[in-house]
C-alpha cells in the first residue's frame, strides 16, 4: 500500500500545484468492492438477453499494483445510431460555498472507439444533490476517438484530473462514467476502461473577476446587413492551472440565473473558440468570468462577417473591478453618429443589485446636449444603438459620452462600439 499512497500524493499535487490535502471521497481507491459509489447502468434499447452492453464491475487490477487494492472496470456499447450504453458510479460530497475543487482519477483505457472515459463533476445549491445542478464540469484521460478509429492508453494508467470552483454550491456529485451514444457517422461505439484513486479534494477559492460587456453567441444579424459572432480567449501565462466559470447574463434581463459552465485553463496555456458553451440560438449579452488564479488575460473578439471577403471587427479586453465605472464620471470619447458612422452604448451591471447609470452627451466643445438615467437590473447588461438619437440629436460629427452611477455601491462595465455604416467595420472606446 506505500506505493500507491505515494502515487495518490504525487497525483494530488500535480492536480492542484499544492500538494496533497484531504480527499473527500469514500473508497477512492476501490479497495476490495464498490462501497461508498452508487451504481448506474442503462442501456438503450435494453440489452438481448445475455448480453451485457453497459457495466460497472470491481477489478483486482490496481494502479500501484498492490495485490490488497483494486479498480473499477467499466464498460459501454452503442451498436447503431438508435442505441445508447451508460455505466456512472457517483458519489455526493458535501462541500463549503467559495471553494476551490480539485478532482479526477487515474484512467487506463483499454479500448475506446467514439467515446472516451470521464470524471465530471455538478454542483447544486442544496446540501444533498438534489434540484437541478447549477454548474457541470468533465474532465477525461484521453480525447474521442471517432468509430474509425481505435484507440487505447497502450498499458499506462492516465490522469484525467481539472479544479473548479464551487461559486454558491453547497454540494458536489462526483461522476466515474462511460458513455456510449450512437449516430450515422458514429453506429459502433464502444469503451472498455478502468479506473482508480478517483479524488475531490477542497480548498479556500481567492476569486478574481472580469465582466465582458457583450459579446454575440453563434452568428447574431444586425443593422445594414451586418452579421456578428464573438469569441472569447483565456491566457493563462502562470504556473498553475486556472479554474474558470463564465456566467452568460444575457441582455435587458436579470442575469443572476444565466448559465454557467466551467472551463479549465492549463498553466502556460490559452483557450478560445468558447462559442459552443451557452444558449442553443443565436443571442448576445456579457459574461461574467470568476477564475481562481488572478494572472488570468480575457479577452473578446468580435467580428463582422464579410462576405468573399473575409472579416471587420475589433478585440475587447474584459472588465476588471479596477476599471469598472462608479461615482466618479468616466469619459468614452470620441463618438460619432452621422451619415458615415453610428454609435452604440454598451453597458452591464457588475453587481447583484439594481444600478442606476447616468450618461451625459457632449459636443466637441465640451457643450451638454443632454443626459439620460438608464435604470439596469442585478448583472443586467443593456445596449442603447445609436446613442445620439437617444438624446433627440439628429447627428454629430464629433462628440463624447459621461458616463457614472449615484447608487450606493453601484459599479458598470461600458464601451462604445463606433461602425462604420459601409463597412460595418467596429471601433470599441473604452471608459477613461
Not at 47 to 62: F, I, K, N, P, V
Not at 63 to 79: D, E, N, P
Not at 344 to 351: E, F, H, I, P
Request: hydrophobic fraction near 40%.
Amino acid at each position: 500500500m506505500e506505493r500507491r499512497a505515494l502515487l495518490l500524493a504525487a497525483m494530488l499535487a500535480f492536480t492542484s500545484g499544492l500538494g496533497a490535502t484531504e480527499n473527500l471521497l469514500t473508497n477512492q481507491g476501490f479497495d476490495r468492492d464498490l462501497r461508498g459509489w452508487i451504481v448506474k447502468t442503462r442501456q438503450f434499447p435494453a440489452a438481448a438477453a445475455g448480453a451485457l452492453e453497459s457495466s460497472a464491475m470491481w477489478s483486482s487490477e490496481d494502479v500501484g499494483g498492490s495485490s490488497s487494492s483494486g479498480s473499477v472496470a467499466v464498460h459501454a456499447f452503442a451498436q447503431s445510431s438508435s442505441t445508447a450504453g451508460e455505466a456512472t458510479l457517483e458519489q455526493c460530497v458535501p462541500v463549503e460555498p467559495g471553494s476551490l475543487l480539485s478532482y479526477g482519477a487515474r484512467v487506463k483505457t483499454v479500448l475506446q472507439m467514439g467515446t472516451t472515459a470521464q470524471v465530471l463533476v455538478a454542483n447544486y445549491r442544496s446540501g444533498d444533490c438534489s434540484g437541478e445542478p447549477v454548474s457541470i464540469a468533465r474532465v477525461a484521460s484521453l480525447p474521442i476517438s471517432y468509430p474509425f478509429f481505435s484507440s487505447s492508453s497502450h498499458g499506462a494508467w492516465l490522469v484525467a484530473a481539472s479544479k473548479v470552483l464551487t461559486g454558491e454550491a453547497r454540494s458536489t456529485m462526483v461522476q466515474l462514467r462511460a458513455d456510449a451514444t450512437g449516430s450515422r457517422i458514429a453506429p459502433g461505439v464502444l469503451l472498455d476502461a478502468l479506473l482508480d484513486d478517483a479524488f475531490l479534494t477542497s480548498e479556500p477559492a481567492e476569486v478574481s473577476t472580469w465582466l465582458v460587456p457583450s459579446a454575440t453567441y453563434l452568428q447574431l444579424s444586425g443593422e445594414s446587413g451586418s452579421v456578428w459572432m464573438s469569441d472569447l480567449t483565456l491566457t493563462n501565462p502562470g504556473p498553475v492551472e486556472a479554474a474558470v466559470t463564465l456566467k452568460f447574463l444575457g441582455h435587458d434581463s436579470d442575469g443572476r440565473a444565466g448559465v454557467e459552465r466551467f472551463v479549465g485553463v492549463p498553466a502556460g496555456s490559452v483557450v478560445s473558440n468558447l462559442d459552443l458553451l451557452f444558449p442553443p440560438s443565436p443571442t448576445y449579452g456579457a459574461i461574467l468570468v470568476s477564475s481562481s488564479r488572478p494572472e488570468l488575460l480575457v479577452s473578446s473578439e468580435t467580428s463582422c462577417l464579410r462576405v468573399g471577403a473575409g472579416t471587420v471587427g475589433d478585440s475587447l479586453p474584459a472588465t476588471a473591478p479596477s476599471d469598472l465605472v462608479r461615482g466618479a464620471p468616466k469619459a468614452i470619447s470620441p463618438i460619432r453618429e452621422d451619415e458615415r458612422f453610428r454609435t452604440n452604448l454598451v453597458m452591464a451591471n457588475a453587481t447583484e443589485l439594481p444600478n442606476v447609470v447616468r450618461v451625459r452627451l457632449r459636443g466637441s466643445d465640451g457643450a451638454v446636449i443632454g443626459t439620460q438615467e438608464v435604470p439596469l437590473r442585478p448583472l443586467e447588461m443593456t445596449q442603447l444603438n445609436h446613442v445620439v438619437s437617444v438624446f433627440a440629436a439628429s447627428s454629430l460629427t464629433t462628440g463624447w459620452l459621461e458616463l457614472w452611477t449615484d447608487t450606493p455601491g453601484g459599479a458598470f462595465a461600458a464601451y462604445a462600439s463606433v461602425i462604420d455604416n459601409l463597412s460595418n467595420d467596429p471601433k470599441a472606446v473604452l471608459p477613461r
